[in-house]
């Protein structure tokens, strides 16, 4: 059975795009097929992949009743595994979310766009960093939620915040929370080491092995390679590894 992930969380810059990217990666390297679903209209993982904005992306699909998301499945390449696709992000998204939000339906529009699709054994749903319908749809399609964070104060509250949303979705048949990933932590840092010491005592297991700061993960997103196929034996390419592996031992529905 497939499974699906949504990549969470209200704060810009927190590291949601690259979790996405390289978790799909990490999982592409261990022989898995994944398909990465963009559902921010400002496209950052669809420009990542594709080296630009594509044209029609998941938000025409979101509003039209009969559409499939099978013709806009898109196989990456660019030296990316064979075994990631896309389905790009676009500013249709922004329409869908005004048509759709008012309907008792429109929130589970994606979650019926990804229930026919065969062939993947997983889906990560990249989102845009506020509240609203595109992380609501995203968590109410997803089994699991990883919710990405750095460790500044404000990352923490909406951390909290996010966390909150989840367990309201999670009422409605959403995702449940499967980790809270530190990203681009400086272990060195008296602050980092203080914020990673708080986040365990408030999440416990929940908290997975942090992502270490590194220039390489800019670079590897330039390069358009996930950091298992741009530096595989690095710090961060082996923490996005823990985390493949341990979504990956996860049931779904549960």
């Known amino acids: 059975m497939t499974r699906i992930i949504a990549v969470v969380g209200r704060k810009g810059g927190a590291g949601k795009t690259t979790t996405a990217f390289n978790l799909g990666g990490a999982m592409a390297a261990a ?24 044209g029609l992306g998941i938000g025409s699909a979101l509003t039209d009743p009969r559409a499939t998301l099978d013709p806009l499945i898109i196989a990456t390449d660019a030296g990316l595994f064979p075994k990631m696709y896309l389905v ?45 319908f595109a992380i609501s749809s995203a968590l109410l399609a997803a089994d699991r939620a990883v919710l990405p964070t750095l460790t500044g104060q404000h990352d923490l509250d909406a951390l909290a915040d996010t966390i909150r949303l989840i367990d309201d979705q999670r009422d409605l048949g959403g995702a449940a929370l499967a980790a809270i990933v530190p990203c681009a932590v400086r272990p060195r840092e008296l602050h980092d080491r203080g914020a990673m010491e708080a986040l365990t005592e ?13 220039p390489r993960v800019r670079e590897s997103l330039a390069a358009r390679q996930p950091l298992a196929q741009y530096d595989p034996r690095s710090p961060g390419a082996q923490a996005y590894a823990a985390l493949a592996q341990r979504l990956g031992g996860m049931a779904t529905h549960g």
């Open 88 to 132: 790009p992000g676009d500013r249709a998204i922004e329409r869908a979310a005004q048509d759709l939000s008012d309907t008792a339906t429109g929130f589970f529009r994606l979650r019926k766009l990804l229930a026919p699709l065969t062939g993947f054994d997983l889906v990560v749903i990249d989102t845009p960093p506020a509240m609203g």
């Open 202 to 214: 408030a999440y416990g297991d929940l908290v997975t092995e942090p992502v270490p700061y590194s």
């Open 31 to 54: 022989e898995q097929r994944v398909l990465l679903v963009d559902m921010d209209p400002q496209a950052s993982l669809t420009g990542i992949l594709l080296g630009q904005r594509s």
